[in-house]
């Protein structure tokens, strides 16, 4: 962190000193104050829920400029990975900060793709599940559950197992995702295939049965790798904190992943490409095309609690740059598989349309994020709906990884604990039970 020469000056109305506090500068963003001494000083805390305006940690991996619609992993524009780069060398580049070059490519598919088969064991445990579970409430269970079976890569501390332990997870993450799929469904599970790419592989473990020879379409496979492409990382969201915050502790980067999973799940995060869906869905059965005025009033009714799913970002206060590759793909994708009249596409087009002209979403600076096409593209290639999260997960995890290995490794790490301000009731005395 390179100290800035201006400093800011804390000062009270009732008199009290004022406080020095330093501002540290990164290469690219807004400086930060450095208020760690503050309590100890003045023996007060910050107040900022939501973390509106609190940097939790200094990063080298993901830069997002939310007003101008910019993406960076370890500097390189989303725009120019998408398009000149896979998903693994996307991974290596988070992972490790450089591009890999064409032999270290090699080996690392080399050592992801030799990674791909889960213990033989995790079938039994997946069989416990119900099997209308939610994919998320599976997938949460088998992450957490791979720290009971590769307990030789959970310490945190030791490099070597959390090199083994990055391996392992974005390796066995696509195996996890279409394990829990075919339970779902009541097929066999489909043994990985390492000499398919990693996107190649997934679609066919999930798509794939025993009885039939499968080629993934080489289109889908594309965007299927897209999709994790885009979703790799993107800096301190939720999930991500989660995850820096669960390994703080110490714990093992399965717990750590496990809990980024947990968080994922949620509507407002991950949850949104699924929700989006849905919301579509309804609209659809109301009547379609027809009915966005009644929808769009709806949003608009603060009462209604109805939000438009796939829209609004607590960064991008413009177009989310990975909703546009995505916008892309998703014609693409519709294209090679001749569904350019799907009604459902044709409904996210028109809501967007009247959305990206509406005052109160242009007022709000809400645009369409990445979900709001990643669902229809997902959908066409034929995924259910509720497996979205969980392919958002899989792809995900190698941020979280990336993000949780970057705080072990920072020599100012400490274990994750916000303090409060607290508002209820003042120091009392227990009444007997008759009394109460
Ligand atoms: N539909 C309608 N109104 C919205 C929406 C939306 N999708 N998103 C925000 N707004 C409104 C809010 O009601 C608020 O209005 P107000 O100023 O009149 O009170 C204003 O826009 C600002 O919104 P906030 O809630 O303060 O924005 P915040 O940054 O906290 O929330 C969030 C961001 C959670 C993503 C929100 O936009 C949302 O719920 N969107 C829908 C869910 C979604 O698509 N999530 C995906 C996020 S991307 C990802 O995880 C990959």
Redesign the pocket.
């Known amino acids: 962190m390179t100290p800035s020469e201006v400093k800011a000056t804390l000062a009270f109305s009732d008199g009290s000193p004022t406080m020095e506090l330093p501002i540290y500068k990164g290469s690219i963003g807004p400086d930060v104050i450095d208020i760690r001494k503050l309590y100890a000083q003045t023996g007060k805390f910050t107040y900022d829920p939501?973390f509106l305006s609190t940097a939790s940690c200094n990063s080298t991996i993901t830069y997002i400029d939310g007003d101008k619609g910019e993406l960076l992993y370890r500097g390189y524009p989303i725009e120019q990975l998408a398009v000149s780069c896979d998903y693994l060398e996307t991974c290596y580049l988070l992972l490790h900060g450089e591009l890999p070059n064409a032999s270290q490519k090699a080996d690392f598919e080399h050592r992801v793709m030799h990674h791909t088969m889960v213990h033989e064991q995790m079938q039994h445990f997946l069989r416990g599940f119900r099997r209308d579970a939610h994919p998320m409430a599976v997938m949460t269970g088998l992450v957490g559950a791979m720290s009971a079976f590769y307990h030789d890569s959970t310490d945190i501390n030791n490099p070597e197992h959390r090199e083994i332990a990055a391996i392992r997870l974005i390796a066995k993450m696509p195996t996890l995702v279409a394990m829990a799929y075919k339970y779902t469904i009541g097929q066999p599970y489909i043994y990985p295939k390492n000499d398919l790419s990693y996107a190649g592989n997934f679609m066919r473990m999930m798509f794939a049965t025993p009885c039939e020879d499968y080629h993934p379409n080489e289109v889908l496979v594309r965007a299927m790798d897209r999709i994790f492409t885009l979703?790799a990382d993107?800096e301190q969201?939720a999930s991500t904190s989660t995850v820096r915050l669960c390994g703080s502790s110490g714990t093992n980067p399965f717990a750590a992943i496990a809990a980024g999973v947990a968080c994922l799940w949620g509507?407002?995060?991950?949850g949104?490409?699924e929700?989006?869906l849905n919301m579509l869905a309804d609209i659809q059965n109301q009547g379609g095309v027809a009915k966005i005025g009644e929808f769009i009033k709806q949003?608009?009714d603060?009462n209604s609690g109805?939000?438009?799913?796939?829209?609004?970002?607590?960064v991008y206060k413009n177009y989310?740059p990975r909703a546009k590759l995505m916008r892309e793909t998703c014609h693409e994708v519709l294209g090679e598989l001749g569904l350019q009249n799907d009604p459902m596409f044709k409904l996210a087009m028109e809501l967007e349309k009247i959305a990206l002209e509406d005052e109160?979403?242009v007022a709000?600076k809400?645009y369409p994020?990445?979900?709001?096409y990643s669902g229809i593209v997902q959908r066409a290639i034929g995924i259910p709906v509720p497996l979205f999260t969980a392919i958002?997960a899989l792809a995900r995890t190698v941020g979280w990884i990336a993000q949780l290995n970057e705080m072990i490794g920072d020599p100012e790490y400490k274990i994750g604990r916000p303090r409060q301000l607290f508002v209820g009731a003042v120091s009392r005395d227990v009444k007997p039970i008759g009394q109460r």
């Open positions: 939501g979703h993107h969201n509507p407002a995060h991950g949104a490409n929700a989006c949003v608009k603060k109805v939000k438009l799913m796939g829209f609004g970002h607590r989310d109160y979403f709000r809400l994020n990445v979900d709001f958002f």
